[in-house]
């Protein structure tokens, strides 16, 4: 599998980018907030930075990734019995910004975490991937990714009703590449345990439309 996979479907699992070792010991690194269902707000760490780099290495991903991407976010996500959350079929539209900007492409400004947002044009979007690593065993049971394929390529979601679904599963180290403009979703785990999810955003260097990346690495 490589780039033109996800051109195509919009999404790519692969079977193994770090070792279950690597990921015990990262998730001790993570911050530990009682009944939180994640943050959005890791680059900055400095294990977060190696972390990136040691991705890079990764052959399977250096070839789906553009040469000059640059890591722009890093969001945790985590499922416990406590914290047992679903979300429906969506896209990732909005991106970290520096600072507002007049253009009228850019809509849906709003602040999480003390980070402006903003979503985009489709053409800054088309132009991103993002990389999920699972920390933990990800099977049907504990609420994975639900993905629709192809549906990156299409307008409104509504024209994705009725299509085909795909369970994203895989152990400890595996990963899921995908368009943010995929549409995905995740249910409410049927066998609730602990599993944390790295969300990591890539993107060229450089914006359009005068909007610059709140950080890169």
Not at 54 to 61: C, D, H, K, P, W
Not at 119 to 139: I, K, M, S, T
Not at 156 to 181: K, N, Q
Request: charged share 20%; aromatic share 6%; net charge positive.
């Amino acid at each position: 599998m490589d780039a033109r996979t996800l051109t195509e479907h919009g999404f790519m699992v692969l079977p193994s980018v770090m070792t279950r070792q690597e990921c015990e010991r990262l998730c001790s690194l993570l911050p530990t907030e009682n009944g939180a269902a994640g943050t959005r707000n890791l680059l900055g760490q400095s294990w977060c930075v190696a972390m990136v780099d040691r991705l890079r290495a990764v052959s399977e991903v250096r070839a789906v990734l553009p040469p000059v991407s640059r890591a722009v976010q890093c969001s945790l996500f985590v499922k416990t019995p406590r914290t047992n959350w679903s979300v429906g079929f969506h896209r990732d539209l909005s991106i970290p910004v520096r600072a507002r900007v007049a253009h009228s492409g850019c809509a849906g400004w709003s602040e999480k975490e003390g980070i402006l947002y903003t979503q985009p044009p489709r053409d800054v979007l088309e132009a991103l991937v993002a990389l999920r690593v699972n920390l933990d065993d990800c099977g049907p049971d504990n609420g994975p990714l639900r993905v629709i394929p192809g549906s990156h390529k299409l307008g409104h979601p509504l024209e994705s009703a009725g299509s085909r679904e795909e369970e994203c599963i895989g152990p400890a180290g595996s990963a899921v590449v995908l368009s943010p403009l995929l549409l995905h979703a995740s249910s409410k785990a049927r066998e609730p345990k602990v599993r944390r999810v790295l969300h990591f955003l890539f993107g060229p260097p450089l914006l359009r439309y005068g909007l610059r990346w709140k950080q890169s690495v």
